[in-house]
């Protein structure tokens, strides 16, 4: 069954019992480079494989970018 999700205030249907990990890997995105705020809090990278994601949930993920001077 799918359930439906916000990203970064776009909605998306995804299938139920993933994790937050599982979706990042879906996404292609390296966990390792991202903060993510589920529904207003934002979730240590240690707990992305023990967090659900459920109907409704609200994600934002901001992706680290490196950079300076030259």
Avoid: C, W
């Amino acid at each position: 069954m799918d359930i439906i999700i916000t990203i970064n205030g776009k909605t998306q249907n995804i299938k139920e019992g993933n994790t937050l990990m599982s979706l990042l890997k879906f996404l292609d995105i390296n966990p390792g480079r991202v903060a993510v705020e589920y529904n207003r809090e934002i979730i240590d990278k240690g707990q992305y494989d023990s967090v659900r994601l459920k109907e409704n949930d609200n994600l934002e993920i901001i992706t680290f970018v490196g950079g300076g001077n030259v």
